[in-house]
């Protein structure tokens, strides 16, 4: 069983980043640091990195709102993501997953669902959303997560 542990996304973490094949790592590791969370959640098992998680908590809906604009929606596509809009515009005190990856070589071992289980523990009652890709609806749907409209975002809870 792996542990979840919670630790500075600082730039150290960011260069740890940098060396992973990760799909998000990249990403990650350039961004800068007001662009981050505090914390990030590393999946440990036997003293060793599998994966990890950033996760946002948000007191309300506009911070969403605000980075996806920035960082999910182009301008002139907004309008697509309408379900998302009417959804999320009232919300308050919920959680966003921006990343959650396993490491190439420990893939398909229920690291990430125990990640989500973790998640789903630490916020019981909160309502999650996740922006996803075609590849990991799967994934997310057997973690109970729904579609959110005719969007790509999907919600638990």
């Not at 969370?37 to 996760?55: F, H, K, Q, R």
């Not at 959804?87 to 396993?102: C, G, S, W, Y």
């Not at 789903?120 to 890709?133: F, I």
Request: charged residues 30%; glycine residues 4%.
């Amino acid at each position: 069983m792996p542990t979840i542990i919670a630790k500075p996304f600082d730039q150290e973490m960011q260069r740890l980043l940098n060396e992973t094949s990760a799909y998000h790592a990249g990403e990650l590791s350039a961004k800068e640091p007001s662009e981050l969370p505090e914390e990030i959640y590393i999946i440990d098992a036997e003293d060793t990195m599998v994966g990890y998680g950033v996760v946002w908590e948000y007191d309300n809906g506009k911070q969403l709102i605000q980075k996806a604009e920035q960082d999910y929606f182009s301008a002139d596509e907004r309008y697509l993501e309408k379900d998302f809009y009417t959804d999320i515009k009232n919300k308050k005190d919920f959680v966003f997953i921006e990343a959650l990856d396993v490491l190439k070589e420990f893939e398909s071992k229920g690291y990430a669902a125990s990640l989500v289980n973790w998640l789903k523990a630490k916020y019981p009652g909160k309502r999650m959303y996740v922006y996803t890709l075609d590849k990991s609806r799967n994934f997310w749907f057997k973690q109970n997560f729904e579609v959110l409209g005719n969007t790509p975002w999907m919600t638990y809870n």
